[in-house]
């Protein structure tokens, strides 16, 4: 994918149901791996998110151990730091048919 197209990523922000779900799942989830499944299922999710409500020290090696199993898609967007500025990150979930 070019820069000139990674430019135009649509900008995600975590909405407060998508929190309140993600908290959900990490609350009624007690396998570490299986909530992040979980969560993939939903719809995107980008490693941030992972680590920040799925509470993963390690985001990368999780979406990487799950990729090996089943299909992942990856795409492009633009989120907001803390101090403001915009940055492009990849957003994951799970294929339709997912186990």
């Not at 000139?4 to 993600?22: C, G, I, Q, V, Y």
């Not at 009624?28 to 020290?57: C, M, P, Q």
Request: glycine fraction near 4%; charge should be positive; aromatic fraction near 6%.
């Amino acid at each position: 994918m070019s820069k000139s197209t990674n430019d135009k990523a649509p900008l995600h922000r975590t909405s407060a149901a998508r929190r309140a779900e993600l908290l959900r799942i990490r609350s009624n989830t007690f396998e570490h791996a299986e909530r992040v499944k979980k969560a993939l299922r939903t719809g995107w999710l980008t490693a941030e998110e992972i680590a920040t409500y799925l509470d993963s020290r390690e985001p990368h090696a999780r979406l990487c151990a799950i990729r090996e199993e089943q299909p992942l898609l990856d795409h492009w967007v633009t989120t907001l730091t803390a101090t403001g500025n915009s940055r492009r990150v990849k957003a994951y979930r799970l294929a339709e048919g997912g186990a």
